[in-house]
């Protein structure tokens, strides 16, 4: 069964103390591993697709690496504005019509 | 501009009462979703359609049912609400084939029911 576990549950940040996210999973075969952002009261808004092992994406402050066990989202000098629950998704080729697999996230709160 | 709008954004109602949850999109999107999240819970999906008059059940067992009359409308319906009801509900929408799974999420209902 697919399965993606996010550590830490939650992360306190001071702004500008760089840190990393981890998500790992288990997958028969990974079609793709998702990253998105969720802000209290919203809906998750999208971060990054990686689709193979040594992938990296980057945006501003953020940057998603993959493994073929592994996922981790680097926050580099964070800003209070990146606080914001992460959540880590897997989509397996076995689901055609693309199911998504959720971690629970990792809460962040950065202070100022 | 292009979006998805979920309607209402909170509810609170009694047992036994019938609901509907509204969810519109603009986008042009084939596929649509409901997610069921719980606070500090996984997302799971409990139904999706691949478009027009095609609707599915997903992972976790729902007693809810949706329905896909227009490819912009996704509304969730509930035919008489329990407590265990109580939770957030999610659509999602994404564009139609290829591996990229690009979710759009609207702002959610949080249903509670006493």
């Known amino acids: 069964e697919d399965q993606v576990t996010q550590s830490p549950e939650a992360l306190r940040l001071q702004e500008g103390e760089s840190s990393s996210l981890n998500c790992s999973y288990t997958v028969s075969g990974l079609r793709g591993l998702f990253w998105y952002r969720q802000d209290p009261g919203k809906g998750p808004e999208f971060l990054f697709t990686l689709y193979s092992a040594g992938e990296e994406k980057e945006k501003e402050r953020l940057k998603a690496t993959l493994t073929k066990k592994e996922s981790f989202l680097h926050i580099t000098a964070p800003k209070p504005e990146d606080s914001a629950t992460y959540l880590c998704a897997v989509q397996a080729t076995t689901d055609s019509w693309g199911k998504l697999q959720f971690g629970a996230g990792t809460q962040v709160v950065v202070t100022p | 501009e292009a979006d998805i709008y979920q309607t209402p954004r909170y509810l609170v109602i009694g047992t036994g009462k019938k609901i509907t949850l509204e969810c519109s999109q603009t986008?042009?999107?084939?596929?649509m979703y409901w997610y069921q999240q719980d606070p500090g819970m996984e997302l799971h999906l409990i139904h999706y359609?691949?478009?027009?008059?095609?609707?599915e059940k997903g992972d976790l067992s729902s007693e809810s049912t949706v329905s896909r009359i227009r490819t912009e409308h996704f509304p969730l319906t509930l035919e008489s609400a329990r407590p265990s009801h109580t939770s957030q509900y999610l659509c999602?929408?994404?564009?139609?084939?290829?591996?990229?799974?690009?979710?759009?999420f609207g702002s959610g209902t949080q249903l509670s029911v006493l």
């Open positions: 999602a929408s994404s564009e139609y084939g290829g591996t990229n799974e690009k979710l759009f």
């Open positions: 359609s691949y478009g027009v008059n095609s609707t």
């Open positions: 986008m042009g999107h084939d596929k």
